[in-house]
Antibody, heavy 125, light 112 residues
Framework: QLQLQESGPRLMKPSETLSLNCTVS??????????WGWVRQPPGKGLEWIGS???????YYNPSLKSRVTISVDASKNQVFLELSSVTAADTAVFFC?????????????????WGQGTMVTVSS | DIVMTQTPLSLSVTPGQPASISCKSS???????????LHWYLQRPGQSPQLLIY???SRFSGVPDRFSGSGSGTDFTLKISRVEAEDVGVYYC?????????FGGGTKVEIK
């Protein structure tokens, strides 16, 4: 049974770079035709797609965050990484990683079918 | 970006009664391949979202048949035929027809 687990710092200071890991267990990142996405949720608010990476390494980002986001994979560790630079208080959120399929090169994203439990990140001076 | 508007913001339902949530998109979600990439999720309190309905009307594995999705173009509906206590939480629609992926603001369902 595939499981996703996010990890990373809980508290950040403004202007720092946030780095989060998503460890995938119960299946291989590289031997699949899936995307691995990141979604965030500010406290008490809705969901925002950050971006996704395909098993081949192709990346797709939300234009609203594209200048600050990098998503990468380490297939040997079965991990997906998120970096978000120059964080501010507005980046305080629960960050989820999630699996999905689709054809993002054609703009199509299928449903996110497996989600991690999420990790809360607070940005405060 | 496609704007997804959900109504109502909240819903209080008596167990056993039906419930309906509306989701409207700012542009048609019908893709040129003939599919509509409109998905529905439930986020129970303190949990991550879980997939209920994918591609407009297909129930995800293990989802009870009291949940159903319908609609076309820009207007979509999630219906719960008989609400149960375990259905409490926030429901989100999500469009995957156009990048970037966008979500509705959520509808909170409570039990009376």
């Amino acid at each position: 049974q595939l499981q996703l687990q996010e990890s990373g710092p809980r508290l950040m200071k403004p202007s720092e770079t946030l780095s989060l890991n998503c460890t995938v267990s119960g299946g291989s990142i590289s031997n699949s035709n899936y995307y691995w996405g990141w979604v965030r949720q500010p406290p008490g608010k809705g969901l925002e797609w950050i971006g996704s990476i395909y098993s081949s390494g192709s990346t797709y980002y939300n234009p609203s965050l594209k200048s600050r986001v990098t998503i990468s994979v380490d297939a040997s560790k079965n991990q997906v990484f998120l970096e978000l630079s120059s964080v501010t208080a507005a980046d305080t959120a629960v960050f989820f990683c999630a699996r999905h399929s689709g054809l993002l090169m054609f703009g199509v994203t299928y449903a996110f079918d497996i989600w991690g439990q999420g990790t809360m990140v607070t940005v405060s001076s | 970006d496609i704007v997804m508007t959900q109504t109502p913001l909240s819903l209080s339902v008596t167990p056993g009664q039906p419930a309906s949530i509306s989701c409207k998109s700012s542009q048609s979600l019908l893709h040129s391949d003939g599919q509509t990439y409109l998905h529905w999720y439930l986020q129970r309190p303190g949990q991550s979202p879980q997939l209920l309905i994918y591609e407009l009307s297909s129930r995800f594995s293990g989802v009870p048949d009291r949940f159903s999705g319908s609609g076309s173009g820009t207007d979509f509906t999630l219906k719960i035929s008989r609400v149960e206590a375990e259905d409490v939480g926030v429901y989100y629609c999500m469009q995957g027809t156009h990048l970037p992926v966008t979500f509705g603001g959520g509808t909170k369902v409570e039990i009376k």
